[in-house]
């Protein structure tokens, strides 16, 4: 693609933002992100603001969002210096959370890029980090960090002029929208089209699916292709790294199919040309991987059978912070216990029956726990073993979540959050969990 013809699409979308935001702009806050270097050094959490910057595109949403759902395992506010007051209050996951608990961690010292995106505070303000105490009941928040904000940020850096994008599904509703974007890793820009192809075709797919269907009207969907200089991912038969936009890993962490890329402020470099709140990277590549950080990212092949699978699986961790449902044992995760409550909304341990935290979704009579056969399951695992089950189609407690087969239950017999069975769906304690989501991060609920 010509550099020219890059620079002219992305003129021509930042003419078409400036109009459609006109007539509310006198509302719109200028959209800030911090980034910071987030890592353990000498045993102690560590965190170093590399960036301040003002993104091109104003915010999108609720500029005094406080965030009750808490589904990170960190917390920012953004709080009035004068008298104390929370302004804005977002959780969120990171690279870092998903390294602390891997086995990876076990041996390494390592810092890891990330991102906290807000509106500008009009006030003098500061910004506080929250860590979330996993191993103490109810898995409360606990101050790690803090920094007072200038009155002003920097302008964010402006990604390649060889970028393109493209919309894929406009919203219905005027001034709220939730915004989903595709980014390209490992596409060469003579690979721009089968990107955009699979793009088209993923974003079609996800409105098949409950509850996005019944949220298009409040989503938009771009595309960006950000080209590579190496076509595919991770390593050449020499071994070397490719030299791919996000230098995405396919197998990161000691983990088998595990793809995380570590420039996340690239990613956000990338991303912010357009309204966004969730991000998806597909990868050009034939091969299963994916992964799913709470409001950081989404990773999914773009060419794999199972693609629309992989990109709804990661999509329930990276918007609607929904833990993994599947109980097999995962490499790379150390064990559970089972003891503390978890705070992800569709899994529950066995302290957490007597409160079920989706009671209001189950149906008077269904016992809890549920009865179900979990082992004829494992020996097949196929979608007709939970159809005959006499609670296949309720909402209950079914013992097997969060890999591992007795310390936890999920919702619903079937999921995508468990497995991929050919019959994909989320439960219905998902599909809420998601409505939830992204009905907080609108200025007004769908």
Known sequence: MAAGRGILQMKSWFIIGVLLWAGQLHAAAPSWRLDVRHGIEGGEEQFQKTGLWQ???????????????????????????????????????????????????????????????????????????????????????????????????????????????????????????????????????DEAEAFFQAATELSQALFRYAPFDRLRPYMQVHAVMTPSNDSGIGFNEAGQPLDTRFAVNPNALGMPRYALSTEVHAIRNAAMVVPYHSIVILTNSHEYHGSGIFQTYAIAPAFHPRREFLVLHELGHSLAGLADEYFHDTPGYAASAGIIEPYQPNITSKAGLDTLKWQQLVSEGTPIPTPWNQQAFMQNRQMSTLTAEPYQSVVGAFQGANYSAGHYYRPALACIMLLDMGDNHFCPVCQQAIVEQIESQLSASP
């Not at 390494?108 to 191993?135: C, D, G, K, T, W």
């Not at 002029?161 to 599904?169: P, Y």
Request: net charge negative.
């Open 55 to 189: 993104e091109p595109l104003p915010w999108q949403g609720p500029v005094d969002l406080q965030d009750e759902l808490n589904r990170g395992d960190y917390r920012f506010e953004i709080i009035r210096q004068a008298d104390g007051a929370i302004l804005f209050s977002q959780s969120y996951s990171s690279l870092f959370a998903d390294w602390s608990l891997s086995s990876d961690a076990s041996h390494n010292e390592r810092y890891f890029e990330e991102s906290l995106r807000f509106p500008a505070p009009e006030v003098p303000a500061r910004l506080q980090i929250f860590r979330r105490q996993l191993a103490k009941p109810g898995q409360p928040f606990q101050a790690v960090w803090q920094l007072d904000l200038p009155l002003q940020a920097e302008p964010a850096p402006m990604p390649a002029a060889t970028d393109s994008i493209r919309l894929l599904q406009a919203s219905e509703t005027a001034g709220q929208a939730y915004g989903l974007v595709f980014l390209a890793e490992g596409f060469q820009a």
